[in-house]
């Protein structure tokens, strides 16, 4: 079996499943890892304890490889929020971003600015369908601007962020700061783009909770303060008495406390299922099925909200029909997963999807009645 074929193979089960962006089931290696270093963690033989707690490190390298950065770059997290949350408050400046993003990014934005009595403002951008383009952050960009926030994949339109455009309209001073919670590890990117990028576990790479990670960058390092930095952000190693040691270099200044190893034994191990397949060859395939998803979806002329072209969109496809409700119910009952909310209905293909799925579809969409005849 090829390496692709096994990571095919390991989806056993997923008939019906298109609700990858809202959670990823945990893949058979990671849910055999995870019980392997539960039962080591309940010994009582420390050195056996250090063979689990590596994965600490095993996990975060493989983040770095993945991005293709710095291992000291990367730090562990126990949500994608948590990350943002160290980026958002340590800022200074107006942080442009879309008013419709995930509340991780804009809640966390608001938090940080009320905390910091204004040191830090969002400036909302409200495009018509909800795409940060180039086009829509330039026109608030001005000199008062530090950082840009955006997710690479929208979770409602599936819109995937041009980031490389971004990155150029930025310039090298701002900082691009990015959740890339609907993309990491299903979409090819040349991640270096970003200054930031906050991803977690528990969705595409089929890890669990707990498994989030970031990346800030050397320029992210320089100009976000550690100012939620615990136990582990500091440059000593164990507890200290008098004065506060200053933050530690890279990106574990953004760090509180050691993070749970259990989880990171998840991550690190789904993160080698995904490097052993290649993100290329997974995004290839997740990009296919999508396509396929469209194609039926027009067939049976429903709106879509996703764009058409592959290089703007990954693994989400969102249907806008005119009865939202109904088409979900209709999908449901044909025994599909999907994500129905805020007027849409989300359907989401993995690399993993399979033909019979991707049938169930198209029945579910014969059933909802929204059949569009050619004479
Ligand atoms: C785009 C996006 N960002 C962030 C999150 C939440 O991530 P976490 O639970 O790691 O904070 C989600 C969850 O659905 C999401 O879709």
Request: aromatic content about 6%; overall charge negative; hydrophobic content about 40%.
């Amino acid at each position: 079996m090829s390496a692709l074929e096994e990571y095919i193979a390991s989806f056993a089960g997923e008939t019906g499943y298109l609700n990858w962006a809202a959670f990823g089931p945990l893949s058979p290696e990671v849910r055999t890892s995870m019980h392997e270093a539960v039962e080591v963690i309940g010994g009582y033989d420390p050195r056996e304890h250090l063979a689990v707690n590596t994965n600490t490190d095993r996990a975060a390298e493989l983040v770095a490889e993945l991005l293709g950065v710095g291992r000291s770059e990367v730090v562990l997290r126990p949500s994608s929020t948590d990350a943002l949350q160290h980026a958002f408050t340590g800022l200074d400046g107006a942080v442009i971003a879309g008013a419709g993003e995930f509340p991780s990014i804009s809640l966390t934005l608001q938090r940080a600015s009320a905390a910091s009595s204004g040191a830090v403002s969002p400036r909302w951008i409200d495009p018509v369908d909800g795409r940060v383009t180039t086009d829509a952050v330039a026109e608030a960009l001005d000199d008062d601007v530090t950082a840009v926030a955006v997710s690479h994949v929208d979770y409602r339109t599936g819109y995937r962020a041009d980031l490389p455009a971004l990155r150029d309209l930025l310039g090298p001073d701002r900082l691009l700061i990015v959740d890339a919670v609907q993309s990491f590890g299903v979409v090819d990117e040349d991640w270096t783009a970003a200054d930031v990028i906050a991803g977690h576990g528990y969705k595409w790479l089929r890890a669990g909770r707990g498994t989030g990670f970031a990346r800030f960058s050397p320029r992210a390092s320089e100009c976000i303060r550690p100012v939620l930095s615990g136990i582990t952000g500091i440059a000593s190693d164990g507890p200290f008495t008098g004065a506060v040691p200053p933050p530690a270099s890279g990106a574990r200044a953004y760090s509180t406390s050691v993070p749970d190893h259990l989880a990171a034994v998840r991550l690190a191990t789904a993160l080698d299922e995904v490097r052993r397949a290649g993100v290329a060859t997974i995004a290839e395939r997740v990009t296919r099925n999508v396509d396929e998803m469209l194609a039926a979806v027009e067939r049976h002329g429903i709106p879509v909200g996703t764009p058409q072209d592959p290089v703007r969109r990954a693994g989400i496809l969102s249907l806008t029909p005119a009865d939202p409700e109904g088409l979900g119910r209709a999908l449901s009952d044909a025994g599909l997963s999907v994500t129905s909310r805020g007027g849409a209905v989300r359907v989401a293909a993995h690399a993993g999807t399979g033909a019979e799925t991707l049938r169930m579809l198209e029945d579910g969409l014969t059933a909802s009645g929204n059949r569009t005849f050619t004479l």
